[in-house]
């Protein structure tokens, strides 16, 4: 499991990351996950192997940090030409960070790196960011909810505005996650309240 340190979740005037970040510590991240991810990551054969895997087993954690990267028009999610196995067109993400998430990526580093030194850590294995290796959590917001169909995709009930009896409820519709943390609770709330107004619907034969 993982803690977090919240004190940098709130945006900040002049600030760099669009809603804040988290960081956090995790005894499993990284890739150190049990005996045998250990084994493959430590050096040395025979007995010099053994004897590093007694001195490392264990020891090894990740701090990481968590922003929420900014919407960007020229991001996009299409239909690739390769296909899978069944002839299914496989997705085609295009997406870069924009230079507030790579000033966060940088802050975040800077910090984390005070942090392991602050926590006496022996040694740093490896540093890396998703401007090094694409990565993405909780990904989100590619129809967002408002009133302006200029400005969103959906109403704030998830309710299309070009399909009247279209409705999204999942976590395409957040127009922000805050400090890129997981939105699950928040998500299942919005659901349950389309669900709710979807009944509503139904009932006065509105759908």
């Not at 004190?7 to 991240?29: E, K, M, N, Q």
């Not at 998430?101 to 802050?107: K, N, P, R, S």
Request: net charge negative; hydrophobic share 40%; glycine share 12%.
């Amino acid at each position: 499991m993982d803690s977090r340190l919240w004190d940098f979740a709130r945006p900040r005037p002049g600030g760099l990351a669009r809603s804040g970040y988290v960081l956090g510590v995790s005894g499993t991240a990284g890739g150190f996950h049990g005996p045998v991810s250990y084994a493959i990551r430590t050096t040395g054969f025979g007995k010099a192997h053994k004897d590093a895997m007694r001195a490392r087993f264990g020891t090894v954690l990740a701090l990481f940090g968590v922003a929420e990267q900014e919407p960007r028009a020229a991001n996009r999610l299409g239909l690739a030409a390769p296909t899978d196995p069944d002839g299914i067109p496989l997705a085609r993400v295009e997406t870069a960070h924009s230079e507030a998430d790579l000033a966060a990526l940088d802050e975040m580093l800077g910090r984390l790196r005070d942090l392991a030194a602050a926590s006496g850590a022996a040694e740093v294995l490896e540093q890396i960011t998703s401007d090094d290796v694409p990565s993405a959590t909780h990904v989100g917001g590619t129809c967002r909810m408002g009133t302006d169909p200029g400005l969103s995709v959906v109403d704030p009930f998830g309710r299309a505005h070009d399909v009247p009896n279209l409705f999204i409820a999942d976590a395409s519709v957040l127009p922000g996650q805050g400090a890129g943390d997981s939105p699950s609770l928040t998500i299942q709330a919005l659901a349950l309240r389309t669900a709710e107004h979807l009944a509503r619907l139904a009932r006065r034969h509105e759908l």
